[in-house]
């Protein structure tokens, strides 16, 4: 017995060290996962109907959203990618690879404009739920396109300054502006000026709270302010260039006060996400211990969307890393549940964005869309065949020779 004993702490050990990530290889699966979610998360919203998807993806685990997660993802891999790059070749190469990339996502943008424009044309076919932005909590709706004739010249200039298009694929207009600047923002970091990148950067996102500002004429502007999102897109880039000096520190015991603490920031500000006050949730799966006026005030002014108020800010990168570290220890079970659908969809998750709102002008063609309708049955089919038919697309490489990544 006294041979046998010792053997069950240990099986014990070996079972919860299996469960860790340990995959070898450049390529970090967690990351690939995660944006998987964020993908998840935006297709969802952009299908605006309700159904069990929403109940985990509407702002459920902290007040964050999947805009966020696709922003501080995308510079957490250029900054990740282009220190190792920056070993081998020099800063003007990274560069020109990077207008490049810039370029190809503009032309792709054009095209998706105009396609919605020529597909207005066609009787059978209806744009609305793509041209139109509707305020679902009031009802207002506008129009994305002119509804007037215009003149060549107008028509020239509105799609050529991005001032028109689906608002499901407005934030690709940020991550074209995103990716002009990464050069500057990747110069510094091989420069070592790190701090003086995240001061410049917290002190453009001050000043844009302060004095909200539209340096672009672009129609991405009115939901992602390019002043404001740079900063949580510097910040995923600064994590992603010191990934592994950042993994170092969170083994040490300084760092470990810091991780808990982050932790434990995010399992606060998902209590309070409990409290929202989303009039399309039903309302016995809200938390009703914070009273809707103070939730209001709290959540619109140091919480806001679309201008990233600090709050969300903290909550991002808090949350952020509370699922690394779930997805560092619970990584089998997650992978075995989830990991096989979300995976395929985070490795090419520009190009599943691109078509999502394809699937999503299919989807109309079918349902109106209408957050006010119960019909939970048929709505979580509805958004689980809209994610097949993109993991599908992303898993066989449809149409990837003309679909950037």
Known sequence: MSQIAPALPKKETEKSASWRYAIPGNRDLRIDLMRGIALVMMVVAHTELLSVFNIFTWERFGLTTGAEGFVILSGFMLGMLNRARLQKVVLLTVSWGLYLRAWKIYRVNIIIIVSFLLLGYMPFINVFEVTHFTDRFSGTTWSLYPVTPQIKETWFNIILYLQIGPHQTQILGLYIFLLLLSPLFLGMLSKGKVYWLL????????????????????????????LAWQFIFVLGMCSGWYKEELLSFARTPSGKVVVVAMVVIALILAFVAQNHTNPFMPHALLMHVISPADFNAFYHTWAAKNGLGPVRVLNDICLMVTVYLLLSWCWLPIYRVAGWFLIPLGQRSLYTFILHVYVVLL??????????????????????????????????NVAARWIPN
């Open 199 to 226: 001061s410049l950067s917290l002190l453009v996102y001050g000043c844009w709270q302060r004095w909200p500002l539209r340096v672009t004429p672009s129609e991405f502007e009115f939901a992602f302010p390019l």
């Open 363 to 396: 989807v109309s063609q079918f349902v109106s869309f209408d957050l006010w309708r119960q019909a939970w049955i048929e709505n979580t089919f509805i958004h689980a065949a809209a994610l097949g038919v993109l993991w599908l697309m992303a898993k066989y």
